[in-house]
């Protein structure tokens, strides 16, 4: 506190005493000058006084001739302080009187030279001394010339006192103007602290009942919102200082909402039947979203509605299109819905991944909007809103719509529905206003969304976008501090939820980090001591692949003795095929995978190993755990779940985390080596440095990262939104029976 005070005032003096330093340092010297003009003046006049003053009596004692009287009065006259010397010349310039003081070197001094220009100072070895000369005349006729020489090494001494008395007065100026800024700048430093105080003490609710001082006004808004966010992320808020895990998130259910029932809608189904030669075959999709939101229902129980797209989901579904899952262990129902190829090609590849997906994405590939793709995710989001109302059980069930395919869905869930609690979860980024008007169904879009009782984000930033963009479209109320939006008759809270995984229980018979670390380079085919890196996403543009390989080419290049030494793993999974940007994408990734191997291969090394399939997450564990560096490079993405996935992996503490700025993710995992993807000098540069980081390095981070995913894990996540959303039942529940009581009072006859 005292050293900000200190920092504040030099602010002040510093440039205070510069400025008073240059008006000392320019005006002393033109002050001096001006003295020296001044007394030159005075001095000028006195002389004319004095030469008056003798002129009389000298024309006498010069008729008279009497050198004596002349020299008496000469001699006289310098009794005075300041009078120097007197001398007098005849007409052809000869000195004929002078006092003893008289300094031979003027001669016969003249008031004007030759140019006729009159200095009368002059410096003489004694000191400064002014002279004049009065031309005398008797009867019109020139007689000579009186010269009188006054001393001015007083006027010296006294500048020099002036000097003194400026610098003293200069300096105490700056002393008190200093001392007084630091006054004032203590004072309001104080009173700014005070301010802020005040209203951190006062203002942790958005909607407080006190008065903001005026000058906090403009940074009111911000510190609230701020506060806000901050005391949402901190132990001690609403769920977060106890510890979760499934077991926490079922009691929270029983406890809060109790009897209420849970629908799930996403496009992508948790399993998905397909016929096999062998038989029909259970596949997990690769998907974030289903990652998250399986352990989630797995501890919730529930109806998960969802798109059958399985080439075997007819066959398995019964005649309500419900099949019980996990299939090894049933905790769930799943209930299908059937979509026809042109409602599935308009409506998912269409809309949602040839507009949507780029719109919402910073990756460069521009959206497409047609007409008819709009038609079809209209119908489509109609289908399931009608499924959610036909698996509802009862008027208020809490649903949890999942993504962007469904931004119509809340809407028209709460049109046949109004008392559902409906939790709308964007899993993908939100763009800035200007972007997102790109969309030309954008207020169709944000009128649907705000159907929902809580919508929620993985960042703050995301968050805001959506906010900045329904102020831009809509007319609604928005309340920033706590974060909702009015619009129609309905509130919506928009909250930040970041996503996370289930951390992973131990697997009996798994094998160790050790052991992974072989059968993988066994596998692979690769010398014991390899170096390994690893990715795995789907094959999508936004993920930021190629940077990836480029970043893996740069290193070689950059660190040829890596060359042979190191070999990069992606594993993709096709996604989204029937496109052609991610057809094309492929192949540019397959290409680029070629001509870098081309480059670098010797005997049997390769640099790059793609593998372009799916894996079951029990077969990508252990490249989690062999792999040295595993590089998350994505060009955007919401939060990305790979990351947490190579963490929760990691119980020998090693490891080394490259992770995308541009990710929810980077918000969370400070401790990875945070990397700009589109700079591959600068992911080649971390990828190196994550290949040769001393192991205590790699355990330092890599605890501190388990420990934050391990703590902030998906049940967190959803614990969270499901707080939140029995809190506004709760409050829902309040208010109508309020509303039913004062309308029973109406009701009731006068006595
Ligand atoms: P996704 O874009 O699918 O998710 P991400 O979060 O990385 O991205 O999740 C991918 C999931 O699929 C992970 O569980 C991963 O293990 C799995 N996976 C990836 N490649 C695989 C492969 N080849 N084989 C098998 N499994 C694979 C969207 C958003 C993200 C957000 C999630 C959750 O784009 O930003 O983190 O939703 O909200």
């Given at each position: 506190m005292r050293l900000r005070s200190v920092q504040l005032a030099m602010r002040f003096i510093v440039p205070l005493a510069v400025v008073l330093a240059l008006f000392g340092y320019f005006a002393i010297p033109w002050m001096e000058s001006f003295?020296?003009?001044?007394?030159?003046?005075?001095?000028?006049?006195?002389?004319?006084?004095?030469?008056?003053?003798?002129?009389?009596?000298l024309l006498t004692y010069l008729e008279e001739k009497s050198p004596r009287r002349i020299n008496e009065m000469f001699n006289r006259a310098i009794q005075d302080e300041r009078l120097y010397a007197l001398g007098f010349c005849d007409t052809d310039g000869k000195l004929l009187y002078k006092t003893n003081t008289y300094p031979l070197s003027l001669g016969c001094w003249q008031n004007q030279d030759s140019e006729g220009k009159t200095n009368p100072v002059v410096r003489l070895p004694q000191g400064p001394v002014h002279v004049s000369s009065k031309e005398l005349v008797q009867d019109g006729v020139g007689v000579g010339r009186l010269v009188l020489v006054h001393d001015m090494s007083f006027i010296e001494r006294r500048s020099e006192d002036t000097k003194k008395y400026i610098t003293g007065l200069f300096a105490a100026l700056a002393c008190i103007i200093s001392l007084i800024t630091v006054l004032v700048a203590q004072l309001s430093w104080r009173g700014w602290v005070n301010g802020v105080r005040d209203m951190l003490r006062g203002e942790l609710l958005p909607q407080s009942t006190h008065a903001t001082p005026p000058e906090m006004a403009p940074l009111a808004s911000d510190l609230r919102a701020l506060l806000y966010e901050y005391n949402r992320d901190q132990p001690g808020a609403a769920g977060n200082n106890q510890a979760w895990d499934a077991d926490t998130l079922k009691s929270l259910l029983?406890?809060?909402?109790?009897?209420?029932?849970?629908?799930?809608?996403?496009?992508?189904?948790?399993?998905?039947?397909?016929?096999?030669?062998?038989?029909?075959?259970?596949?997990r999709p690769a998907s974030g979203l289903v990652t998250a939101v399986e352990a989630v229902m797995r501890a919730c129980s529930g109806t998960w509605i969802a798109h059958g797209a399985g080439s075997a989901d007819r066959a398995t579904v019964d005649r309500n299109d419900h099949v019980p899952v996990p299939p090894e262990n049933p905790s769930y129902t799943l209930r299908r819905v059937w979509l026809?190829?042109?409602?599935?090609?308009?409506?998912?590849?269409?809309?949602?991944?040839?507009?949507?997906?780029?719109l919402c994405h910073i990756a460069h590939v521009r959206p497409v909007f047609r007409s008819s793709d709009w038609e079809e995710y209209v119908?489509?989001?109609?289908?399931?809103?009608?499924?959610?109302?036909?698996?509802?059980?009862?008027?208020?069930?809490?649903?949890?719509?999942?993504?962007?395919?469904?931004?119509?869905?809340?809407?028209?869930?709460?049109?046949?529905?109004?008392?559902?609690?409906?939790?709308?979860?964007?899993h993908i980024p939100w763009p800035n206003p200007e972007s997102f008007g790109i969309c030309p169904w954008r207020e169709e879009i944000l009128d649907g969304m705000l159907g929902s009782t809580i919508l929620g984000f993985h960042t703050p930033f995301h968050r805001k976008n959506f906010l900045d963009t329904v102020d831009r479209y809509l007319e609604t109320r928005i309340e920033t501090e706590a974060s909702t939006v009015s619009y129609g008759n309905q509130l919506?809270?928009?909250?930040?939820?970041?996503?996370?995984?289930?951390w992973p229980e131990p697997v009996p018979g798994e094998p160790d980090a050790a052991a992974s670390h072989a059968q993988v380079r066994h596998a692979l085919g690769l010398p014991a001591d390899h170096l390994l890196g690893i990715g795995v996403d789907r094959l999508d543009y936004t993920k930021g692949i190629v940077e990836r390989f480029q970043a893996v080419e740069r290193m070689l290049e950059l660190h040829p003795h890596m060359v042979g030494r190191f070999t990069f793993v992606q594993i993709a999974a096709p996604t989204r095929s029937s496109l052609d940007e991610y057809q094309n994408f492929e192949a540019r990734v397959?290409?680029?995978?070629?001509?870098?191997?081309?480059?670098?291969?010797?005997?049997?090394?390769?640099?790059?190993?793609?593998?372009?399939?799916?894996?079951?997450?029990?077969?990508?564990?252990?490249?989690?755990?062999?792999?040295?560096?595993?590089?998350?490079?994505?060009?955007?993405?919401?939060?990305?779940?790979?990351a947490?996935?190579?963490?929760?992996?990691?119980?020998?503490?090693?490891?080394?985390?490259?992770?995308?700025?541009?990710?929810?993710?980077?918000?969370?995992?400070?401790?990875?080596?945070?990397?700009?993807?589109?700079?591959?000098?600068?992911?080649?540069?971390?990828?190196?440095?994550?290949?040769?980081?001393?192991a205590d390095e790699q355990g330092e981070r890599m605890r501190s990262m388990?420990?934050?995913?391990?703590?902030?894990?998906?049940?967190?996540?959803?614990?969270?939104?499901?707080?939140?959303?029995?809190?506004?039942?709760?409050?829902?529940r309040v208010m109508s029976r309020i509303g039913s009581l004062s309308q029973e009072k109406f009701k009731r006859p006068a006595p």
């Open positions: 003295t020296v003009r001044w007394f030159v003046r005075d001095l000028d006049t006195r002389s004319q006084f004095v030469s008056s003053t003798l002129q009389q009596p029983r406890r809060e909402l109790a009897g209420d029932e849970i629908l799930v809608v996403s496009n992508r189904e948790p399993y998905i039947h397909v016929a096999t030669p062998e038989g029909v075959q259970v596949q026809s190829k042109e409602e599935e090609q308009g409506y998912y590849y269409g809309f949602a991944n040839e507009g949507l997906w780029p119908k489509v989001n109609q289908r399931f809103a009608d499924a959610v109302i036909r698996e509802a059980r009862s008027d208020n069930p809490v649903v949890l719509i999942q993504d962007y395919h469904f931004a119509l869905l809340p809407r028209m869930v709460r049109a046949v529905l109004p008392k559902a609690t409906i939790i709308t979860f964007w919506t809270q928009v909250e930040h939820y970041p996503i996370s995984i289930a397959r290409g680029l995978a070629q001509r870098i191997n081309q480059r670098f291969s010797r005997d049997s090394y390769v640099p790059i190993i793609l593998k372009a399939e799916h894996h079951g997450q029990d077969q990508l564990r252990p490249y989690f755990r062999a792999a040295q560096v595993c590089s998350v490079t994505s060009l955007h993405d919401g939060m990305n779940l790979v947490k996935e190579f963490i929760a992996a990691r119980d020998d503490e090693q490891g080394v985390l490259v992770l995308s700025q541009f990710t929810g993710a980077a918000r969370e995992l400070h401790e990875a080596l945070i990397v700009n993807p589109y700079h591959i000098e600068q992911g080649a540069e971390a990828l190196y440095r994550a290949l040769t980081m001393p388990r420990r934050r995913v391990r703590d902030f894990n998906v049940y967190r996540w959803a614990g969270r939104m499901l707080m939140d959303a029995a809190r506004l039942r709760q409050r829902e």
